[in-house]
């Protein structure tokens, strides 16, 4: 019988592994963290942060730091402050965080690559942990207390309180809003350290090319209370070529193809728009955009230039793609600007100047063609793309799967041999009682009598 129960045992946990998901205060040297688990995190002292693999998309993690509270659900408006691999996302079976015991903090994507990892390492008689502090500062330390690795020190697009910034550590903008991966661009050399209390967080992130200071008062929604440039449509190739930015309080900014031009990619605004028409043909006309401006990119500069004048050497040059022809209040004339690229533009009420597009006489420009095709900086949820990557498949191992079908047999046939001998046991016993019963009969020879009644 003990044999069989340990069998039985050894075909449970091959089969079935069991999984466990809780919350730590720290990560042990020798343990791990896997997205298989959700909810598997590390969580701050005070329930403030929280670290763990957060999902980027379809079956694509990345580990990170958020926000706890407001409360989220992983994938969902959750505040992520740090990130270790948000350009090498990992895959959501087999992957995991560990902490090894040399002390280096690795983590692999699908049990097969390494896609990041501290390089640290600990003497053989200290022991490691990782942990989230209050401050959102996850950190490696040894059991000498001396910190080994810290996200602190490598921000990505985020500055929490007491976080330094230098030009050793800059912070790198996203792709855009919901989009995590690097963008293009990073903050200068300079060191900033904030000193504010929990009540009020103070959160500076580099959004697609600008500075912003959020503050959080309670467990509300971040409002912004701070920017670097009060006008984000300047920033350099915030939409891309050939599209305009405008800026609102109320919905923020906007990027718009111009008449006669589609977007590349529905996704990211980066990449700008493309010409609906034939780069190649001979004759030319001119559509204007009122109050708008395309700032860099000019090839030819024309000052005191009449509009007819500014015009026909555009048509007669290949290289231009339109001019801007703006007045000058300090010299009292008007001003050419041949452009080799439309990039960079804007449309404001208060400019004085306007922006005449190239394009060919042959195209037609229905009334659907006039408008603009207005887009928020916000992306679709259903836009995610499949990443690339190729996985060895998993080789079996034959000798496990061997003994896993050996003990499942030979356990089978045990319990049927059991059956069998239990059955056979209970027959002999029933032909014992009946043996017995018939010996007392006969050895005691009793009748069975009944008396009647006198009448």
């Known amino acids: 019988m003990g044999s069989l129960y340990l069998l039985l045992a050894l075909s449970l946990m091959l089969l079935a592994p069991l999984r466990s998901s809780a919350v730590h205060p720290k990560l042990n040297q020798g343990s791990h963290l896997s997205p298989d688990n959700p909810s598997d995190v590390i969580v701050s002292p005070g329930g403030i942060f929280s670290a763990g693999f957060y999902p980027l998309g379809l079956n694509a993690y990345a580990f990170a730091v958020w926000f706890s509270k407001p409360t989220c659900c992983l994938g969902h408006n959750c505040t992520l402050v740090w990130m270790a691999n948000r350009d090498h996302p990992v895959n959501g079976k087999r992957s995991k965080l560990l902490l090894k015991e040399t002390g280096n903090l690795v983590l692999t994507d699908a049990a097969q690559y390494n896609v990041w990892a501290t390089g640290t390492a600990t003497k053989s008689n200290l022991t490691t942990y990782l942990q989230l502090a209050d401050s959102g500062n996850l950190f490696l330390r040894d059991s000498e207390g001396t910190i080994l690795w810290q996200s602190f020190d490598s921000p990505t697009d985020t500055l929490l309180p007491q976080q330094p910034l230098s030009k050793f550590t800059p912070l790198v903008s996203s792709r855009g809003k919901g ?37 959080r008062e309670g467990n509300e929604t971040w409002v912004v209370s701070w920017q670097a440039m009060s006008q984000p449509c300047m920033i350099h190739g915030v939409c891309g070529e050939n599209s305009v930015c405008s800026y609102a309080t109320n919905t923020g900014r906007t990027c718009s193809c111009l008449q006669v031009y589609k977007q590349k990619n529905p996704t990211d605004w980066s990449y700008g728009c493309e010409p ?18 395309f700032y860099g990119d000019d090839f030819h500069y024309f000052p005191n230039k009449t509009f007819k004048e500014c015009e026909t050497e555009c ?30 533009g804007h449309q404001t009420p208060n400019f004085n100047g306007d922006i005449y597009i190239k394009l060919p006489k042959s195209y037609n420009i229905s009334d659907t063609k ?73 050895a005691t020879g009793f009748k069975r009598f009944r008396f009647l009644p006198k009448a």
């Open 179 to 215: 989009k995590y991966s690097s963008g293009f661009y990073s903050s200068s050399s300079m060191m900033i350290m904030f000193s504010v209390s929990f009540l009020m967080v103070m959160k500076l992130q580099v959004f697609i090319g600008l500075i912003r200071g959020f503050r």
């Open 276 to 293: 609906e028409f034939d780069k190649n043909a001979k004759d030319f006309t001119f559509i204007p955009l009122l109050n708008a401006e």
């Open 315 to 344: 048509l007669q040059s290949v290289k231009c793609k339109g001019f801007q022809y703006k007045f000058s209040d300090s010299d009292g004339f008007y001003d050419c600007f041949h452009k080799a690229l439309l990039r960079n």
């Open 370 to 442: 006039k408008k603009h095709f207005n887009e928020i900086l916000d992306c679709p949820e259903s836009n995610t793309f499949l990443l690339e990557r190729s996985y060895a498949k998993r080789q079996e191992n034959g000798i496990v799967k061997f003994m896993l079908w050996f003990a499942s047999i030979l356990g089978g046939i045990e319990i049927i041999s059991i059956l069998l001998v239990w059955l056979l046991l209970y027959r002999v016993s029933q032909d014992k009682n009946v043996a017995k019963e018939g010996y007392v009969s006969a």
